[in-house]
């Protein structure tokens, strides 16, 4: 269920970079953004793109020399509150799980 969903890790990190950005408001300009992404077997997909287009999208992986990992090509949404931020994730994972056939 949706309330055992936000009692997690996950909601419970949103639920703080929202409060640190809260807080951090009169010193500095704090945005959260949101980036979603399935690794099955070698391929990596954008899960936000598909969320919102309907259409599935491969991204590259890469990584440089001292193991720094990049994803190229993600989407990307500037988020207000962890409501929202659920609220995409849900979206997403529930894509994701249509395509599949789940």
Known sequence: SMEAAERGL???FLQDAFRVQKERA?????QVGLSVCEIVDDRCSDLLHAATTGHARSVTVTSDRVGKVTIDGMSEVAL??????T???RGCLDNAATRKGH
């Open 10 to 12: 996950l909601f419970r």
């Open 26 to 30: 009169v010193l500095m300009r704090v």
């Open 80 to 85: 207000e509150n962890a409501a929202q931020a």
């Open 87 to 89: 609220k995409l994730i």
